[in-house]
């Protein structure tokens, strides 16, 4: 066994060992500070009792006593595998006493190169020494390169060691590929088996060819989105769409030959365009040239924490800088400087006195926000999550129907997925070619028209960034044929031609409009409803179609029911409820622990809320699913859309699943006491623009 894997595993049983003998395992065992890629960690909280830049550096020295490779080359590596790290180690006082004396750790590969020269005293100059400091300020060089955070040019100090002739260009060769396989499978097996040749190839060019190429930036940028592109995003299409219209890679250019540090974790979960955005105000920043690394370490920790569990993107953090990027003008970054549109968030970059050469990037939000989004996530496990999310919501003046859903954003939109059958009557109704459905969310309906009417071509508008993303990262997966555009569903004739739409699909959105978007002033407000219809009508072709698949009440309205509640938790849901539901008052009579009687529409408005649960209870409580009758449904498209549309289709019925759903946690009774079902949820609709009507 290698004597220094003899020494990582004397300290796990907690025998001595000597700092002096071992500084780099007293550097790493001494670690106040996690510091890793949230990529490689399941959970945040496996840091507190771990040490898993230890545990790494054991693994990476595991795999190079298992190869049969001379005395020289494995002592060689030996030191380099033990010292790379140490960088990432140290107290907390050892970490800022080294960063006063100008080590970079930061930059770990440099500040660990720096601190094994430091322990070497008088014995630096020897020619084994500078190859291991080389080799060390070469470690996860290729992997970086491969992933695209580092240029090529970064390798070209290694042929130092070649020139001065203390290893053949066969022996640097062999070295290097040794180290790599360490370092990398280190990382994973299966990583290594991944990119084992292409660390070949860049290994061989480097030492072999000993010109590095010169990557443009888009090639670049490209590698740091492998995980993006995996997951459907289309990155050339998008790059050269953003540098046709705003002329991007001259804005990136600059930052052709810097090193990235945590760049892709950091920004993984944003959009290209937010992704390149924040490159480019970096790209345009005061000082570049005197610039070598830039670092995004800061912003990669700030934007995980434990969600369950497990590690998440901070979604609320998330969030509010989509926003602050969205209202970021390119024309402003042209100019080199960002524009802070709300006082709780900025964009910061910063360097170090004694670390000019590499700057920091981050978003730094306010002391009341950091409070307030601490406070959401604490809240997660309590009633009072709505109450912190809505000030949330207030404070950056977040729009609730674009970023209605925090964490449940994929479980809702694969819910969104399994409701087919419901929708498959749909279809019945659709005339022309062009069909466009508003509020898309998982795309099932474009699925369904796509792959059952094949003649039409279906269009998705929808107004959240992150459903058209989630959509766009569909179709490049899925090869479809459908588009989605991004835009708002009361202005649909900004996105297509009047006239040139057959069929429009309100598919159970209509009340969300109504609930979250304010008209004149004002939420739940009918004029919204109408703006609406009114906005699909004038983008329909004469014969064409809305069709309306939504909440309804209840006819007549003034009619009460008795609700026996059958679960212990149904009271208190229901006076929470009432105090919170944003759409109206709801009206109750408690007759007893477990029974009230309430005007039926409240009944049932309440109900849906309950059914859903806890998890969905924040978004519910914002959103009236029912808000209009059968009658007053007919009556307001009549007034609202005049005597061309002729509604040829109307029903309501109970939808599936309610009766099931709420079977033991609620009975309904008339005011007679006798059993009655569920009355009808959900309408169906469909107005027809007739020819030659006024």
């Given at each position: 066994?290698?004597?220094?894997?003899?020494?990582?595993?004397?300290?796990?049983?907690?025998?001595?060992?000597?700092?002096?003998?071992?500084?780099?395992?007293?550097?790493?065992?001494?670690?106040?500070e996690?510091?890793?890629?949230?990529?490689?960690?399941?959970?945040?909280?496996?840091?507190?009792?771990?040490?898993?830049?230890?545990?790494?550096?054991?693994?990476?020295?595991?795999?190079?006593?298992?190869?049969?490779?001379?005395?020289?080359?494995?002592?060689?590596?030996?030191?380099?595998?033990?010292?790379?790290?140490?960088?990432?180690?140290?107290?907390?006082?050892?970490?800022?006493?080294?960063?006063?004396?100008g080590?970079?750790?930061?930059?770990?590969?440099?500040?660990?190169?720096?601190?094994?020269?430091?322990?070497?005293?008088?014995a630096?100059?020897?020619?084994?020494?500078?190859?291991?400091?080389?080799?060390?300020?070469?470690?996860?060089?290729?992997?970086?390169?491969?992933?695209?955070?580092?240029?090529?040019?970064?390798?070209?100090?290694l042929?130092?060691?070649?020139?001065k002739?203390?290893?053949?260009?066969?022996?640097?060769?062999?070295?290097?590929?040794?180290?790599?396989?360490?370092?990398?499978?280190?990382?994973?097996?299966?990583?290594?088996?991944?990119?084992?040749?292409?660390?070949?190839?860049?290994?061989?060019?480097?030492?072999?060819?000993?010109?590095?190429?010169?990557?443009?930036?888009?090639?670049?940028?490209?590698?740091?989105?492998?995980?993006?592109?995996?997951?459907?995003?289309?990155?050339?299409?998008?790059?050269?769409k953003l540098d046709?219209?705003?002329?991007?890679?001259?804005?990136?250019?600059?930052l052709?030959?810097?090193?990235?540090?945590?760049?892709?974790?950091?920004?993984?979960?944003?959009?290209?365009?937010?992704?390149?955005?924040?490159?480019?105000?970096?790209?345009?920043?005061?000082?570049?040239?005197?610039?070598?690394?830039?670092?995004?370490?800061?912003?990669?920790?700030?934007?995980?924490?434990d969600y369950?569990?497990?590690?998440?993107?901070?979604?609320?953090?998330?969030?509010i800088?989509?926003?602050?990027?969205?209202?970021?003008?390119?024309?402003?970054?042209?100019?080199?400087?960002a524009?802070?549109?709300?006082?709780?968030l900025?964009?910061?970059?910063?360097?170090?006195?004694?670390?000019?050469?590499?700057?920091?990037?981050?978003?730094?939000?306010?002391a009341?926000?950091?409070?307030?989004?601490?406070?959401?996530?604490e809240?997660?496990?309590?009633?009072?999550?709505?109450?912190?999310?809505?000030?949330?919501?207030?404070?950056?003046?977040?729009?609730?129907?674009?970023?209605d859903?925090?964490?449940?954003?994929?479980?809702?939109?694969?819910?969104?997925?399994?409701?087919?059958?419901?929708?498959?009557?749909?279809?019945?109704y659709?005339?022309?070619?062009?069909?466009?459905?508003?509020?898309p969310?998982?795309?099932?309906?474009?699925?369904?028209?796509?792959?059952?009417?094949?003649?039409?071509?279906?269009?998705?508008?929808?107004?959240?960034?992150?459903?058209?993303?989630?959509?766009?990262r569909?179709?490049?997966?899925?090869?479809?044929?459908?588009?989605?555009?991004?835009?708002?569903?009361?202005?649909?004739?900004?996105?297509?031609?009047?006239?040139?739409?057959?069929?429009?699909?309100?598919?159970?959105?209509?009340h969300?409009?109504?609930?979250?978007?304010?008209?004149?002033?004002?939420?739940?407000?009918?004029?919204?409803?109408?703006?609406?219809?009114?906005?699909?009508?004038?983008?329909?072709?004469?014969?064409?179609?809305?069709?309306?698949?939504?909440?309804?009440?209840?006819?007549?309205?003034?009619?009460?029911?008795?609700?026996?509640?059958?679960?212990?938790?149904?009271?208190?849901?229901?006076?929470?409820?009432?105090?919170?539901?944003?759409?109206?008052?709801?009206?109750?009579?408690?007759?007893?622990?477990?029974?009230?009687?309430?005007?039926?529409?409240?009944?049932?408005?309440?109900?849906?809320?309950y059914?859903?649960?806890?998890?969905?209870?924040?978004?519910?409580?914002?959103?009236?699913?029912?808000?209009?009758?059968?009658?007053?449904?007919?009556?307001?498209?009549?007034l609202?859309?005049?005597?061309?549309?002729?509604?040829?289709?109307?029903?309501?019925?109970?939808?599936?699943?309610?009766?099931?759903?709420?079977?033991?946690?609620?009975?309904l009774?008339?005011?007679d006491?006798?059993?009655?079902?569920?009355?009808?949820?959900?309408?169906?609709?469909?107005?027809?623009?007739?020819?030659?009507?006024?």
């Amino acid at each position: 066994m290698l004597q220094l894997l003899q020494a990582i595993q004397a300290y796990r049983q907690d025998e001595a060992v000597s700092p002096a003998q071992h500084p780099w395992l007293h550097y790493l065992a001494s670690a106040e500070e996690r510091i890793v890629n949230v990529e490689r960690i399941h959970s945040l909280k496996e840091l507190t009792n771990a040490n898993p830049v230890l545990d790494y550096v054991e693994r990476s020295l595991r795999i190079l006593d298992s190869k049969a490779l001379s005395y020289w080359m494995k002592d060689v590596l030996e030191q380099v595998l033990a010292w790379s790290e140490t960088a990432k180690g140290g107290t907390i006082k050892d970490r800022m006493r080294w960063q006063s004396e100008g080590v970079n750790i930061f930059v770990h590969n440099s500040g660990s190169a720096q601190l094994y020269e430091r322990s070497l005293h008088g014995a630096r100059d020897s020619g084994q020494a500078m190859i291991i400091k080389l080799l060390i300020e070469a470690h996860g060089l290729i992997g970086q390169q491969i992933r695209g955070e580092i240029p090529q040019s970064e390798g070209a100090a290694l042929l130092e060691i070649v020139d001065k002739g203390l290893l053949t260009a066969a022996e640097l060769e062999q070295l290097l590929l040794k180290l790599n396989h360490c370092v990398i499978g280190a990382v994973a097996p299966e990583l290594w088996e991944a990119v084992s040749v292409e660390v070949a190839e860049r290994v061989r060019e480097l030492v072999m060819e000993r010109t590095p190429r010169r990557e443009q930036i888009e090639d670049r940028l490209r590698r740091m989105r492998t995980v993006s592109i995996q997951r459907g995003e289309t990155f050339d299409n998008i790059y050269h769409k953003l540098d046709q219209k705003y002329g991007i890679h001259e804005l990136l250019e600059p930052l052709t030959e810097k090193t990235f540090w945590y760049a892709e974790p950091a920004l993984q979960d944003f959009s290209l365009e937010h992704f390149v955005k924040t490159m480019a105000i970096v790209g345009r920043s005061e000082g570049l040239d005197d610039v070598r690394h830039i670092s995004f370490e800061r912003l990669m920790n700030a934007m995980y924490y434990d969600y369950r569990g497990e590690k998440k993107i901070n979604v609320y953090k998330q969030r509010i800088i989509e926003k602050y990027m969205n209202e970021l003008d390119w024309n402003i970054i042209r100019e080199g400087f960002a524009v802070q549109g709300n006082p709780h968030l900025k964009y910061k970059l910063s360097q170090k006195d004694e670390l000019q050469d590499t700057l920091f990037v981050e978003f730094e939000f306010s002391a009341a926000a950091e409070k307030l989004i601490a406070f959401c996530v604490e809240a997660e496990k309590s009633p009072m999550y709505e109450r912190a999310v809505l000030l949330l919501y207030d404070l950056f003046e977040l729009r609730r129907d674009k970023y209605d859903r925090f964490h449940n954003e994929e479980v809702y939109l694969s819910d969104m997925n399994q409701t087919a059958d419901y929708k498959k009557i749909i279809l019945d109704y659709v005339v022309g070619e062009r069909v466009i459905d508003i509020g898309p969310g998982g795309g099932v309906l474009l699925d369904l028209i796509e792959e059952r009417l094949p003649d039409k071509k279906p269009i998705g508008i929808d107004i959240s960034t992150n459903v058209v993303e989630a959509l766009n990262r569909k179709k490049q997966l899925g090869g479809h044929r459908w588009e989605v555009l991004q835009g708002d569903a009361l202005n649909l004739k900004d996105y297509v031609e009047p006239g040139s739409i057959n069929t429009v699909i309100f598919s159970s959105i209509i009340h969300e409009l109504y609930s979250y978007v304010p008209y004149n002033g004002s939420k739940f407000n009918y004029d919204t409803v109408a703006a609406a219809l009114r906005s699909a009508y004038d983008v329909l072709s004469e014969g064409g179609r809305i069709i309306i698949r939504d909440g309804i009440m209840t006819d007549p309205p003034e009619q009460t029911r008795i609700l026996r509640f059958l679960q212990s938790d149904a009271m208190p849901c229901l006076e929470r409820y009432s105090k919170d539901f944003a759409g109206r008052k709801i009206v109750f009579e408690r007759l007893g622990d477990n029974e009230v009687r309430m005007p039926v529409n409240d009944a049932m408005e309440f109900l849906y809320t309950y059914t859903w649960g806890e998890e969905a209870y924040v978004h519910e409580v914002q959103e009236q699913f029912g808000y209009f009758t059968p009658n007053g449904y007919h009556d307001f498209i009549r007034l609202t859309l005049g005597s061309s549309a002729r509604i040829i289709t109307s029903s309501h019925y109970l939808q599936a699943g309610y009766t099931e759903a709420l079977a033991d946690k609620v009975q309904l009774y008339d005011e007679d006491g006798e059993r009655v079902p569920l009355p009808d949820s959900t309408c169906f609709i469909v107005i027809e623009k007739c020819e030659g009507k006024e």
